[in-house]
């Protein structure tokens, strides 16, 4: 019986607090067009009764008071409306009507009374009230042009719950609409398409109230009104609102009895940003950035440089706060400040304090996040202390006319000045979408990172399915990118002369790929010519396929993908072994991971049996489509975690033979450099260092591949990256319990056997166990939860030994990271005083010694 209760508790309806059946209240609660009646105290189920196995849906629970029976009102499909009446006690179906609207409904009932609800027709231009007393059912209508003359298009019915009246939004304005006792229809009020209105909420002697929330010029009305009296307010409030905020989606009202015995009013309003703000007595109490709990994106921006004979103070704060400042230090320094000034103290040293400057450091641990939001909205964030540097709420992702529901994608850098554009500040690319199909309309704009100010912005324009980086950059340092949309059409931006003349001269060196996963074809394509348009359009171009990879449907579906980052730094690529061998790794930029299972396997974990499930993985090379290697792991099961990095591959995923958690990493090294070993070609010039490389040429490739068991599930991985790709790497695992754990990749070395020789040993050979271990101090989180982890970005510092790992979910975190801690750098808590110390004791001692031995030898020589 409790695990039904857990089952069904979130669609509860009702709560009747006056039936007494040997229990304590019970809670009515209504699921798949079943109703049952719970005993809050264990969660045993009293009665159930099955309304409906048509695919039904309950719309609302009514139990009028005095009465021992309850209503349940049912919609089948989009045109039957069917009227039940239940017996509390025993869950005995007394009545059951039923009637079909032939024109149909549209969207859920609003119920203005006990028994009479209101919606709109198919067509959203026809008013249809329900009325049910009695139960009897009857239909009465009425057109949208009766109430507004003006109506064109269709009507939307607004999710409110006003006493004995709705809302709808009526070409572009919100208008209220009252039922009479006689059934009739009375428009009330109009107010702006900006309004947001709350549910009704009780006040003292049964009155009803609800509030109200319009918008102005950079200013919010709040108005709380009276259920039964729309002409006078209870409380009518100007508050001043920021414009990057958007506008009020939702608002919800609380009351309060003030020391007057008065109603008091609290608003919480949600902002178009996802925002939160509290209202009360015409002030903000309190607001929080919720947006930032849906971070989609994330990209590193550099900070400006410091120049020199100007000092930060100036740079960051005017006069006025300077001699503030000075004046508060002075205060605090003679002991008369108060609390608030002893707060406004700390603030002014956080802020001045080297960690938080605006202006670049010398290791490059100061930067901005640029972080997009699943509201469209962009965010700056400072490494230093966390701080909001600037924040914009992108216009081209805020609803309009020609885009109904926009969504942002992604970002990438656009512009990125150094050496003799330093003076021009950095900026990247937003891509967003206008609806969540592939085929609708993109939006793009590009973004200033230190001002937050919009430079430029296109759109709605053909469509993006996705965005491709080229590794090429004009004489203002912009990057290239290449576009793609539904119609397997290229296009390049930016659209400059110089852009397409640097795409045209690079044009026979761009390849990409894609993956169809409903169909699990794998094709490589590349630009062909310029596209046939009724419109001549020079920077758009057609593709053609090169080669296509095609999985049988029948025991293969694609799962993921994954491709090396095209930023990575590689140090060196040749490997020495403990038996001095030379082994070069096979590094290429165009290479694709891919991991498919059976059909059967795409369920969820356990889902099947292990003769029944199978994981396959590829290396493909995305150029040729040739397959460099695959492997078969036979009772495996996804979802597969993987991530690319110089020549390795490490993936997780579940053995269900063995129950258990698994990573495995391939390792792809290149045999056709062995013969860069031989020092006598090299003398007599027959060593192929100086022959071309192609990817069409067949390589010589050798695979060392091992799997390990792993205890944790990971929801994300990534791996760290440095300036140089010196230091050693280290993996990054999200796990299932919202933690960052730091996994050597020594751990994941195919090299590793049982028994490591004493030169396999000083490579740093780990002996070989069945698990991969997990040590609490690699914890990079430590103590901490990022609630509801989603993923994680490493961005390279200046310092080679230094990471910068950001993880993003519900929470926010960001530490630095040293795989092979600061061999480059002294630690902060470094004893420079103890050094110097040192070092002027060595020298007394050094002179003392030379004066001790002068004098000796002096002696020496008058024997």
């Not at 003799?420 to 967003?432: A, F, I, K, R, W």
């Not at 001095?580 to 590094?587: A, C, F, L, T, W």
């Not at 796990?735 to 490579?763: C, H, M, S, Y």
């Not at 430590?782 to 509801?788: D, N, P, Q, T, Y």
């Amino acid at each position: 019986m409790q695990k039904i209760f857990r089952n069904i508790i979130v669609y509860c309806g009702l709560v009747q607090t006056n039936l007494k059946i040997g229990k304590d209240d019970v809670v009515f609660v209504y699921g798949s067009g079943c109703l049952y009646a719970v005993a809050s105290i264990d969660g045993e189920v009293i009665w159930k009764k099955e309304l409906t196995s048509e695919g039904g849906n309950i719309q609302q629970l009514i139990y009028p008071d005095g009465t021992d029976i309850i209503y349940a009102v049912v919609l089948v499909g989009l045109a039957q409306f069917d009227a039940y009446q239940i017996n509390v006690k025993t869950g005995e179906l007394l009545k059951h009507s039923s009637r079909v609207f032939p024109a149909g409904f549209s969207g859920d009932l609003s119920f203005i009374t006990s028994d009479i609800a209101v919606t709109l027709d198919t067509t959203g231009s026809v008013l249809v009230a329900v009325h049910f007393q009695g139960g009897a059912i009857s239909f009465h209508q009425t057109h949208v042009s009766e109430l507004d003359r003006d109506f064109s298009g269709a009507a939307v019915m607004l999710p409110t719950k006003l006493p004995g009246m709705f809302a709808l939004e009526i070409n572009k304005s919100i208008v209220f609409i009252k039922v009479t006792n006689e059934g009739k229809l009375e428009v009330v009020d109009t107010f702006g398409r900006s309004t947001a209105v709350t549910e009704s909420l009780y006040l003292s002697e049964g009155q009803q109230a609800f509030g109200l929330v319009q918008q102005g010029d950079g200013e919010i009305i709040l108005t709380v009104k009276r259920g039964d009296d729309w002409k006078s307010n209870l409380l009518q409030e100007t508050i001043q609102m920021d414009y990057q905020r958007g506008i009020a989606h939702k608002v919800f009202v609380n009351t309060y009895a003030r020391t007057d015995r008065s109603n008091g009013f609290r608003v919480l309003i949600v902002m178009e940003d996802h925002s939160l703000f509290l209202l009360q007595q015409g002030e903000i109490v309190w607001s929080r950035e919720d947006g930032l709990a849906s971070v989609t994106d994330v990209i590193a921006s550099e900070l400006p440089v410091e120049k020199d004979g100007v000092s930060v103070a100036k740079v960051e704060h005017n006069l006025f706060e300077w001699l503030k400042g000075h004046l508060l230090k002075l205060k605090g320094t003679l002991m008369i400040a108060t609390p608030d000034d002893i707060a406004a103290i700390q603030k002014m040293r956080l802020q001045s304090s080297e960690k938080s400057k605006m202006t670049r450091d010398h290791n490059g641990f100061r930067k901005l996040l640029i972080v997009l939001t699943r509201a469209g909205k962009l965010f700056a964030l400072h490494t230093g202390d966390g701080r909001i540097v600037w924040s914009l709420l992108l216009d081209s992702l805020r609803k309009s006319e020609t885009c109904q529901n926009p969504r942002g994608l992604s970002l990438h850098q656009w512009q990125d000045p150094h050496h003799h554009v330093l003076d021009e500040n950095p900026s990247v690319l937003v891509v967003g979408r206008c609806d969540h199909s592939t085929d609708s309309p993109g939006v793009l704009s590009i973004v200033d990172t230190y001002t937050g100010q919009e430079r430029n912005r296109m759109g709605p324009a053909h469509s993006i399915t996705r965005v491709i980086p080229l590794p090429f950059t004009d004489s203002v340092e912009q990057r290239l990118h290449l576009l793609l949309d539904v119609n397997l059409q290229a296009r390049l931006y930016p659209r400059t002369t110089e852009a397409l003349d640097i795409f045209l001269r690079e044009l026979g060196n761009i390849y990409w790929y894609s993956a169809d996963v409903d169909k699990g074809i794998l094709k490589g394509h590349a630009v062909q010519k310029n596209c046939i348009l009724e419109i001549a359009d020079s920077y758009c171009f057609n593709t053609r396929d090169l080669w296509s990879i095609v999985l049988p449907s029948e025991s293969e579906k694609i799962i993921a993908t994954v491709t090396r980052d095209l930023n990575e730094a590689v140090h060196t690529q040749a490997k020495v072994t403990s038996d001095q061998e030379v082994m070069y790794k096979y590094i290429s930029k165009n290479l694709l991971f891919l991991a498919t299972v059976s059909p059967k396997a795409v369920g969820p974990t356990g889902s099947v049996t292990p003769e029944e499930s199978w994981l396959v993985v590829y290396v493909i090379d995305t150029v040729t489509g040739r397959i460099l290697h695959h492997m078969a792991h036979h009772g495996s099961q996804g979802p597969v975690q993987a991530v690319f990095s110089e020549n390795w591959v490490v993936y997780h995923y579940f053995n269900l033979k063995a129950h258990r958690y698994e990573m495995s990493v391939i390792e792809i090294y290149d045999q056709s450099r062995l013969d860069n070993k031989d020092i006598l070609k090299l003398l007599l010039g027959k060593h192929n260092l100086t022959s071309p490389i192609t990817a069409y040429s067949r390589p010589e490739v050798i695979i060392k591949s091992q799997s390990y068991f792993f205890t944790h599930s990971v929801k994300t991985l990534a791996v760290t990256s440095t300036a140089k790709g010196i230091t050693s790497k280290q993996l990054l695992l999200g796990t299932i319990g919202d933690q960052v754990l730091a996994l050597d990749k020594r751990f994941l070395d195919p090299r590793r056997t049982i028994n490591p020789t004493q030169a396999e040993k000083e490579e740093g050979i780990i002996p070989l166990t069945d698990s991969l271990p997990i040590i609490p101090q690699s914890y990079v989180t430590h103590a901490l939860k990022v609630e509801g982890l989603r993923g994680i970005t490493t961005v390279p510092a200046k310092l080679e030994s230094t990471t910068l790992v950001f993880a993003y979910g519900v929470d926010l975190f960001f530490t630095r990271l040293a795989p092979s801690r600061t061999y480059d750098s002294l630690t902060e808590d470094f004893s420079y005083a103890l050094l110097l110390i040192t070092i002027v004791g060595l020298v007394i001692a050094i002179f003392v010694t030379w004066v001790w031995s002068e004098k000796k030898e002096l002696k020496e020589k008058w024997r």
